[in-house]
C-alpha cells in the first residue's frame, strides 16, 4: 500500500522569496518520491494540521481543488497499480507513456521544468489559460493534439466575451502557444499537427483611459443610493478602489482578515494576485 500526502517545504528551505513549495509526497515501502505541484508560498499562508492553503492567500480554494484531485490521481493510480496484481514501486506513479499524456499534466509537467526561469505571476497566468481551456472544453481528459484552429477561435471569441482587450487576449493565447511549441520541441506533436499554424492574431490598439476627478468622486460618495442596495454596494467598492487604487481582482478577494490595527492606525494588508508581492496600505477615514 502506498501513503500519499500534501507536504509544504520537505526540504525545511525557504527560496530567496522567502516561499517553500507544496508538493505530494508518495511513499511505497521505504521508498519515496515527491511531485512537485508548482506551488510556492510563504509559510504563514500554509495550514499544516489541514495540510492545505489558508483562505488569506490568493485563489486559495482554486489552488486547494487542484491539489485536492491531484491526490485524487494518484490514489486512483494506486488502485490500477493494485488491480494489475504485480508488486509495485513509486516510479510506477510518475511514469506515463506520451501517447496518453493529457494536457493538464503535460502543462504542468512545462511549468515545473520551467520553476526557476518562470515568475510566480507568469506561472498564475499560465494557469489561469490552462483553467479557461478546461472550462471550454468541459473536462480534464483530453490530449493537446485534440487543440485545433476551431478551439483557438472559440478560445478567443470566449475571451472577447469577457470584455478583455486585443493585447491581453493575445498573450493569453501566446501562453497556450508555448505549450504546444513545447509538446513539439519534445515529440509529444508532429510541426504539422501545430494548431497555431493557421491562427491570426487580434490587431492591437490602445485602450483609452478614464480617471475621475477628486469632486467626481466625493459626488459619487455622497450620492444617495439607499433605495438599492445592490447598486449601492458597487458604488462603495468603486469609492473605496478610487481611495486605494487596487486591481479589481485583488478588491474582490478581500476579507475582514486583510484588515488590522496598528499603533491605532487601520491597515490593510493583501497579496497582489498579479505580482504574489506583500502590500500594505494605511487606510484613513
Given at each position: 500500500m502506498a501513503k500519499i500526502t500534501k507536504c509544504y517545504n520537505y526540504r525545511n528551505k525557504l527560496n530567496a522569496e522567502g516561499k517553500a513549495q507544496i508538493v505530494i509526497r508518495i511513499s511505497v515501502g521505504k521508498e519515496k518520491k515527491y511531485f512537485n505541484t508548482g506551488y510556492w508560498i510563504e509559510p504563514h499562508f500554509w495550514d499544516e494540521k489541514k495540510a492545505e492553503v489558508k483562505k488569506t492567500y490568493p485563489n486559495f480554494q482554486k489552488i486547494n481543488q487542484r491539489l485536492n484531485g491531484k491526490v485524487a490521481e494518484f490514489q486512483q493510480k494506486e488502485i490500477e497499480l493494485i488491480n494489475t496484481g504485480k508488486p509495485f514501486s513509486v516510479k510506477d506513479f510518475f511514469e506515463t507513456p506520451k501517447e496518453k499524456q493529457n494536457f493538464v499534466d503535460w502543462c504542468e509537467k512545462v511549468i515545473t521544468e520551467r520553476?526557476?526561469?518562470v515568475s510566480d505571476k507568469h506561472k498564475s497566468l499560465y494557469r489561469k489559460v490552462i483553467g479557461e481551456v478546461i472550462a471550454l472544453k468541459k473536462t480534464e481528459n483530453f490530449k493537446i493534439k485534440d487543440l485545433d484552429l476551431d478551439f483557438l477561435y472559440q478560445y478567443q471569441n470566449f475571451l472577447l466575451k469577457k470584455d478583455?482587450?486585443?493585447?491581453?487576449?493575445?498573450?493569453?493565447?501566446?501562453?497556450?502557444a508555448m505549450f504546444v511549441n513545447e509538446a513539439i520541441k519534445t515529440g509529444l506533436l508532429k510541426p504539422s499537427e501545430n494548431c497555431f499554424l493557421d491562427y491570426k492574431y487580434l490587431k492591437e490598439t490602445d485602450k483609452e483611459r478614464f480617471m475621475p476627478s477628486k469632486e467626481e468622486v466625493e459626488k459619487l460618495?455622497?450620492?444617495?443610493?439607499?433605495?438599492n442596495k445592490e447598486l449601492e454596494l458597487v458604488r462603495d467598492l468603486f469609492v473605496f478602489n478610487c481611495y486605494v487604487g487596487m486591481r479589481n481582482e485583488d478588491l474582490f478577494s478581500l476579507s475582514y482578515d486583510n484588515l488590522s490595527v496598528e499603533n491605532g492606525e487601520t491597515i490593510l494588508h493583501f497579496v497582489e494576485h498579479k505580482t504574489q508581492k506583500q502590500n500594505i496600505k494605511m487606510l484613513v477615514f
Open positions: 520553476r526557476n526561469t478583455l482587450d486585443p493585447k491581453t487576449i493575445n498573450k493569453r493565447l501566446q501562453m497556450l460618495e455622497s450620492l444617495d443610493l439607499s433605495y
